[in-house]
């Protein structure tokens, strides 16, 4: 029963880091954002695209990184 009690939290803790990676763990803004969602967004977004040199190709994935959570402004790549 233990073994099989291992087991279940096993799989469940791979599939909540499965979840997370996907969504780097920022979660998708609704309409009463706080400035504190929205900058865990754009910090998110800059950590996600930092790895990219090329300066146009970074500013779409920001671009689409803010897209996928619903946050409505212009990148800053700085």
């Known amino acids: ?6 087991l279940f939290g096993l799989v469940a803790a791979l599939n909540f880091n499965v979840l997370a990676d996907e969504q780097d763990g920022v979660a998708v803004l609704g ?7 929205m ?15 090329d300066e146009d190709q970074r500013e779409v994935c920001v671009v689409d990184y803010f897209a996928q959570h619903n946050l409505e402004e212009e990148p800053s790549c700085d």
């Open 1 to 6: 029963m233990k073994k099989l009690v291992l």
């Open 31 to 37: 309409d009463d954002a706080t400035e504190e969602q």
């Open 39 to 53: 900058q865990a967004v754009r910090d998110g977004g800059k950590s996600r695209c930092e790895d990219i040199d």
